[in-house]
Nanobody, 124 residues
């Protein structure tokens, strides 16, 4: 079992930065892939990025590539999403998820464990 709690969301102006954290409890974090997803009002849940179990491989949606960076610290059981050059269209609830395969799938259906989400609002 894995439990995930996101933090770090808030209100920022366009062009600003924010770092989200995902604290995991459980016994499998170090072997889980971690994904970040977001969901804006009236929109489908969208893949943002992921990182494999070791941190050696990362994947990003085209919409955030070059602006967002995923990292993890297995010693702290925490994954991070650094968001730079934020745009109003980045406004969404950001959710982290754990993939037991360790790969960090690009598909939401591959993730078994989900956090509650943290709100990110970017003003223009």
């Amino acid at each position: 079992q894995v439990q995930l709690v996101e933090s770090g969301g808030g209100l920022v102006q366009a062009g600003g930065s924010l770092r989200l954290s995902c604290a995991a409890s459980g016994r499998t974090f170090s072997t889980d892939g971690m994904g970040w997803f977001r969901q804006a009002p009236g929109k489908e849940r969208e893949f943002v990025g992921s990182i494999n179990w070791s941190g050696g491989s990362t994947y990003y949606a085209d919409s955030v590539k070059g602006r967002f960076t995923i990292s993890r610290d297995n010693a702290k059981n925490t994954a991070y999403l650094q968001m730079n050059s934020l745009k109003p269209e980045d406004t969404a609830v950001y959710i982290c998820a754990a993939d037991e395969t360790g790969y960090g799938s690009l598909s939401a259906g591959a993730y078994k464990y989900w956090g509650q989400g943290t709100q990110v609002t970017v003003s223009s």
